[in-house]
């Protein structure tokens, strides 16, 4: 078994998992005294201090419990436009700045979480379609996120829009993500976020059969409840078939807006069907999450103060903390 390693092990010196950075880790930075031996110098900027700053007035500046083994979670909803690949990158984020180590896999062609979390993509990149066609080894495909320590990215190309009728014709087609993660020790890894695309295809599929919990973000909008109940039996059909193991543990509600009886009326029909499985959390409409993603960047480091990157903070927060909860 392989460990993981990050492509550029030189970009993060040091990815122990002893290592305990404060709140925010080295991206935002930390001038107070840190324990002998520990290893998370921070850089003094304005923006790090700021968002050191918002983030302790609310309580947060704490590192958070590992679990036991390596998390993977799918990040699935078959209607676009929910917030999959914005949850996906912020939880991620947040989760890396308080200690953990974080995967995601982008496996949308559209390749919008591979965007936001800065990576180059060309012609000529190595991307998470030449893991599940080709077999190449995800740690070789993951890059590190820049800014972010202990976060890193397989990336999605335009190549991966073909893979739906490649994977037709292969072998144990649905499963070809499972044993590219069997193919290596994740021991070194907290967390495997894999940001499905808005369809119940094969991609899906084998995100599905690769994890052992399922994320689902729902827009507090009428429209977001109505593909919902599919995408319940599609993950009972993947429970009965190819992956007992599988589990609703999450689901976020996202674009609330407190402003309409609407979002309130949805999140109260959510969350009187599904009770400890949905989150406490609501994730606001916030024009700087739309924004942070044209920079290359997550809301947690364009705007870490904001009300958006607060949300998903307490959002992550609330993973890392509670127990698994299987939808009923």
Request: glycine fraction near 6%; charged fraction near 20%; aromatic fraction near 4%.
């Amino acid at each position: 078994m392989n460990s993981f390693v990050p492509q550029n092990p030189a970009d993060n010196a040091d990815v122990s998992r002893e290592t305990s950075p404060g709140a925010y880790g080295d991206l935002l930075g930390d001038s107070r005294e840190t324990p002998a031996g520990s290893n998370y110098g921070v850089p003094d900027t304005p923006l790090a201090r700021a968002a050191h700053a918002a983030m302790a007035v609310r309580g947060h500046d704490e590192v958070w419990p590992r679990p036991a083994a390596c998390r993977v979670i799918g990040v699935a909803n078959q209607k676009g436009g929910v917030g999959k690949t914005t949850t996906t990158v912020n939880i991620a984020a947040a989760l890396a700045m308080h200690g953990q180590r974080v995967l995601v896999v982008d496996l949308d062609p559209q390749g919008n979480a591979s965007t936001a979390l800065g990576m180059e993509r060309d012609t000529q990149t190595r991307s998470i379609y030449h893991c599940l066609v080709e077999d190449e080894e995800i740690r070789k495909l993951a890059q590190p996120v820049p800014d972010i320590p202990n976060l890193w990215c397989a990336p999605a190309t335009i190549d991966l829009a073909g893979a739906e009728i490649e994977l037709v014709s292969l072998v144990a087609r649905e499963a070809r993500l499972k044993r590219a993660f069997a193919a290596y020790d994740t021991s070194d890894l907290d967390y495997i976020l894999i940001d499905c695309p808005p369809s119940l295809g094969l991609l899906t599929v084998n995100a599905m059969v690769a994890c052992d919990e399922v994320m689902i973000p729902i827009q507090c909008e009428y429209y977001a409840l109505e593909g919902l109940g599919q995408l319940l039996r599609n993950v009972e059909l993947v429970q009965s078939h190819l992956n007992p193991g599988l589990a609703v543990s999450t689901i976020l509600l996202t674009m609330y807006d407190g402003r309409t009886r609407l979002s309130q009326q949805v999140a109260d029909e959510v969350r009187s069907h599904f009770k400890e499985t949905v989150l406490d959390t609501l994730i606001p409409r916030s024009v700087r999450v739309s924004e942070a993603p044209s920079y290359g960047q997550s809301v947690m480091t364009y705007d870490p103060a904001s009300t958006g990157a607060v949300a998903y903070l307490e959002a992550a927060r609330e993973i890392a903390h509670r127990a698994r909860a299987i939808a009923g």
